[in-house]
Nanobody, 122 residues
Framework: VQLQASGGGLVQPGGSLRLSCAGSGFTFRHYAIGWFRQAPGKEREGVSCIASDGSTYYADSVKGRFTISRNNAVNTVYLQMNSLEPEDTAIYYC?????????????????WGQGTQVTVSS
């Protein structure tokens, strides 16, 4: 199993970025994919997750601003991030794991990508 996260960068507050998570080495369409983030000095936290059937979960801090989607034809999950805030600054990781309707549990995600840096600053 391999996951490759990309699309991070430096953006001003209020700006947008789209992250991509490309998977290989497994039957991508059968797996839930989650996005996590970790800011300096903070614990890794779940941001959003999409199930194999397309069901989605969002952390309260990103609801209404972030949108997760998947394209199984190209084995990729996307995280569209709008109205970015300085508090969104972190390394963002994608991982395969268990979809839950109301939460993301870190210990239920197994295979991780390498992370992509998102910096929101003026």
């Amino acid at each position: 199993v391999q996951l490759q996260a990309s699309g991070g960068g430096l953006v001003q507050p209020g700006g947008s970025l789209r992250l991509s998570c490309a998977g290989s080495g497994f039957t991508f369409r059968h797996y839930a994919i989650g996005w996590f983030r970790q800011a300096p000095g903070k614990e890794r936290e779940g941001v959003s997750c999409i199930a194999s059937d397309g069901s989605t979960y969002y952390a309260d801090s990103v609801k209404g601003r972030f949108t997760i989607s998947r394209n199984n034809a190209v084995n990729t999950v996307y995280l569209q991030m709008n109205s970015l805030e300085p508090e969104d600054t972190a390394i963002y990781y994608c991982a395969t794991g268990a979809y839950r309707l109301t939460e993301m549990r870190l210990n239920e995600f197994d295979d991780w990508g390498q992370g992509t840096q998102v910096t929101v600053s003026s």
